[in-house]
Nanobody, 127 residues
Framework: QVLLVESGGGLVQAGGSLRLSCAAS????????MGWFRQALGKEREFVGT????????YVANSVAGRFTVSRDDAKNTVFLQMNSLKPDDTAVYYC????????????????????WGQGTQVTVSS
């Protein structure tokens, strides 16, 4: 069982930045595949960013490319989502997710591929 706890959400003006963190516990972090998703009110959960199979590279959704980056600190069992140039359309509950096995592209972009989910953290971007 893997426990995920997100933090770092909040209210920010358009153009601002936030950094989300997701701390994982209960598993061997290097064997856990992590990803970020978000869900706006009334919409389906959508992919935000994750790592490649090898874990050496990252990729993000087209809607956030150039503004969001994902990273990880294996020593702290934590992954991060750095969000810059935020827009009102980025308003959503952001979730980190984990799978107990490496996920190849494009499975890593699908919420159904993940086994564990955090409680989510609200990000609100005002115009």
């Amino acid at each position: 069982q893997v426990l995920l706890v997100e933090s770092g959400g909040g209210l920010v003006q358009a153009g601002g930045s936030l950094r989300l963190s997701c701390a994982a516990s209960g598993g061997t972090f290097r064997n856990v595949f992590m990803g970020w998703f978000r869900q706006a009110l009334g919409k389906e959960r959508e992919f935000v960013g994750t790592f490649t199979w090898s874990g050496e590279m990252t990729y993000v959704a087209n809607s956030v490319a150039g503004r969001f980056t994902v990273s990880r600190d294996d020593a702290k069992n934590t992954v991060f989502l750095q969000m810059n140039s935020l827009k009102p359309d980025d308003t959503a509950v952001y979730y980190c997710a984990a799978a107990g096995r490496p996920l190849p592209y494009p499975s890593s972009m699908e919420a159904r591929s993940y086994d564990y989910w955090g409680q989510g953290t609200q990000v609100t971007v005002s115009s």
